[in-house]
């Protein structure tokens, strides 16, 4: 997979509420822009009608940033790749729409990325020459985000096994959900973040499930979370706010021994021991602290991505189109979005 030319490929992001574009030269990532949407923190979570509005909004501004920041000129495009899945069917169809529109403009080929292949390939990303902290195949990779929480052996850029994922809620949408309830705003994963440093950790107990092989669950968490709250509430109304540090510490901590418990597993029954983080949730201090932790406890070799590309961002689904378009995997005009969560 060597070339002597550059390639220049344009990654377009519009999966949920981010507008994302950004320009690599081969791996290396020349520009990435995205524009955030406001508009949801008033409605504690994301409106689907009201994110696609905003990615047409966004869409071409962003995209015209991205390249102009990269210092080339749209004509010198090879490709350009875009998230095609899974996500919000009315925030995909504005990123590929307009992918499909600008392609056929430029005549050159679509890369269509599956949104959860580029959270897991965001590892390869380089920022420059001397960037050669990537983890060798096979890794292990903990996907979390607000809608996705997998354990995926990574046997090459186009080879994934899922050994283990949530049979109901996400680690983030379960997060999301308890800053809800405690009043404390959305998006919750940031704000309990913070919260929790300056808390106790095993100040409170939350249920922790019990499932079977390498699968995750967090809705008894949730129930358990909820349940708690409300019996401390009716003993103390002003209980919240009183403890809300060490609430949102032992429920972080709890979360995140759920995730490793089973990452333990995956490692003991694959031995395979360069485990990688990626998603949203893996902008969590608690989280990668335990990352670091078991690294010195355990002998793994880890690999934490830079906040920039933990949320949803177009250098992770340009780096996955690279790939892509060395091994000529090119996409058809008439390819649909796709909502439903999957690797193919």
């Not at 030319?5 to 574009?21: H, Q, R, V, W």
Request: glycine content about 8%.
């Amino acid at each position: 997979m060597e070339t002597d030319k550059d390639i220049y490929i344009l990654g377009i992001e519009s999966s949920c509420d981010d507008t994302s574009a950004a320009v690599l030269r081969n791996d290396i990532l020349l520009s990435n822009v995205t524009a955030s949407q406001e508009v949801h923190k008033a409605y504690g979570g994301v409106v689907p009608e009201l994110a696609s509005r905003a990615h047409l909004q966004n869409v071409v501004p962003v995209i015209q940033q991205a390249i102009a920041r990269a210092g080339i000129k749209k004509e010198q495009l090879n490709a350009i790749a875009f998230t095609r899945g899974p996500g919000l069917m009315g925030s995909l169809l504005v990123g590929v729409s307009f992918a499909k529109g600008l392609a056929r403009s430029l005549n050159i080929p679509l890369v269509d990325v599956n949104h959860l292949q580029g959270h897991v390939l965001a590892h390869f990303i380089r920022e420059d020459e001397n960037d050669h902290n990537q983890p060798p195949y096979p890794y292990l990779c903990l996907l979390v985000s607000g809608g996705n929480s997998q354990i995926v052996r990574v046997n090459a850029y186009n080879d994934m096994e899922v050994l283990g994922q949530t049979i109901d809620d996400a680690a983030g949408e379960a997060i999301d959900k308890c800053s809800k309830v405690m009043g404390l705003g959305y998006p919750g994963g940031p704000i309990i973040d913070r919260l929790a440093r300056q808390g106790n950790p095993h100040a409170y107990r939350f249920a922790e499930p019990n499932i079977p092989g390498m699968d995750y669950s967090f809705s008894g968490l949730k129930t358990s979370f909820l349940y708690n709250l409300r019996k401390w509430v009716e003993e103390e109304p002003n209980f919240v706010e009183n403890h809300k540090e060490d609430i949102a510490a032992s429920l972080e901590y709890t979360i995140v021994d759920i995730l490793m418990k089973k990452l333990r597993m995956a490692v003991k029954e694959t031995h395979i021991t360069h485990v990688a983080v990626a998603g949203g949730v893996s902008a969590n201090n608690g989280l990668r602290n335990a990352f670091r932790e078991h690294a010195e406890k355990y002998g793994w070799t880890i690999y934490i991505p830079k906040f920039s590309y933990t949320t949803d961002n177009a250098a992770m689904i340009g780096i996955t189109g690279y790939y892509k378009y060395l091994d000529k995997e090119f996409c058809s005009i008439d390819k649909p979005a796709f909502s439903k969560v999957t690797f193919k």
